[in-house]
């Protein structure tokens, strides 16, 4: 079956617009998660979601950062007035329940000029 | 605090060499151990994983991994590497969301 789908692959914004970062689960998995991935460095958490209920965002670096997934399934994940520590690639991943393996999308490569 | 420790940050083997990826974690409770793969501009593939029981696991790929807790560490090891397994490797911890390592990357000659 499909995998995790993200859209767009790469986006490029100028220091201080917003953008929107898609989010498309394996069909069925009840848990979502966003990740943080800097150049050269692991993934680090960012929010996680059960259904449409978001039960961690410890992660989420600042209240910029806004993340949704209002019918349980597909997820959104918005930086407001976006900074160029912000580049770095997205990474959702899905899983049938939160403690099964994980499976990641391609990431969304974000580059603020 | 929990944290995921891959000591080694760029490895080099030949082909058809033993390869042997170092991952030492801290965790409060029982851990849930992950070891995924990732290629350039891709996302992370699961190798394999330990939630519970036999200590040796098989994975994907010819891969396995040794958990020990006495020395809170899940090695990844595969008996003979091939060009193809060039790539970033990650060590994750977590029952839920996961911590991950900051990734030793697998260089491979003929």
């Known amino acids: 079956g499909a995998g995790v789908s993200q859209s767009p692959r790469y986006k490029v914004a100028k220091r201080g617009q917003d953008v929107a970062l898609r989010c498309d689960p394996i069909s069925g998995h009840v848990s979502l998660f966003w990740y943080q991935q800097a150049l050269g460095q692991g993934p680090e958490f960012l929010t996680y979601f059960q259904n449409e209920a978001q039960l961690d965002k410890s992660g989420l670096p600042s209240d910029r950062f806004f993340a949704e997934r209002p019918e349980g399934s597909v997820s959104t994940l918005k930086i407001q007035r976006t900074q160029q520590e912000d580049s770095a690639v997205y990474l959702c991943?899905?899983?049938?329940?939160?403690?099964?393996?994980?499976?990641f999308g391609d990431g969304t490569r974000l580059s603020i000029l | 605090a929990q944290s995921v420790t891959q000591p080694d940050i760029h490895i080099t083997v030949s082909e058809g060499a033993s390869l042997e990826l170092r991952c030492n974690y801290s965790?409060?409770?029982?851990?849930?151990l992950f070891w995924y793969v990732q290629s350039p501009g891709q996302g992370l593939q699961l190798l394999l994983k330990?939630?519970?029981?036999?200590?040796l696991v098989q994975g994907i790929k010819g891969f396995e991994a040794e958990f020990k807790r006495s020395q809170s560490s899940f090695n990844l090891r595969k008996p003979s590497v091939h060009w193809s397994d060039a790539a970033e490797y990650f060590c994750?911890?977590?029952?839920?969301?996961?911590?991950f390592g900051t990734g030793t990357r697998l260089q491979v000659f003929p």
């Open positions: 991943a899905s899983g049938r329940v939160s403690n099964q393996p994980q499976h």
């Open positions: 994750a911890v977590g029952a839920d969301k996961l911590i």
């Open positions: 330990y939630f519970s029981g036999d200590t």
């Open positions: 965790y409060g409770a029982t851990p849930y």
